[in-house]
């Protein structure tokens, strides 16, 4: 069975996250494994979700790279921890 695996920011809310979901009801409905991996709290938005849900990293994570980004200007080069974590589940 072939298997679709999205990357995104979030799940279920803003433009972006409703459209992930979209695009992973219709990989199903056409007889795909659907994944979306996400790294902000989707709130009341994983219900509506029929996609297999990737949590990447965890508050702590957020907060460093929330951190980098706004001390650093490191915006995408805080969460190597999570993306190796990522990567290994991929795997």
Request: with cysteine; proline share 1%; glycine share 10%.
């Amino acid at each position: 069975m072939k298997t679709l695996l999205q990357i995104n920011t979030n799940i279920g809310w803003n433009s972006v996250g409703r459209i992930a979901g979209r695009i992973g009801r219709a990989a199903i409905e056409s007889g795909w494994n659907s994944y979306i991996a996400y790294g902000r709290d989707p709130g009341h938005a994983v219900a509506a979700c029929r996609s297999q849900l990737i949590r990447i990293g965890n508050l702590a994570d957020r907060c460093v790279h929330g951190l980098a980004t706004r001390l650093a200007d490191a915006h995408g080069l805080a969460s190597r921890t999570a993306i190796i974590a990522l990567m290994r589940r991929i795997d």
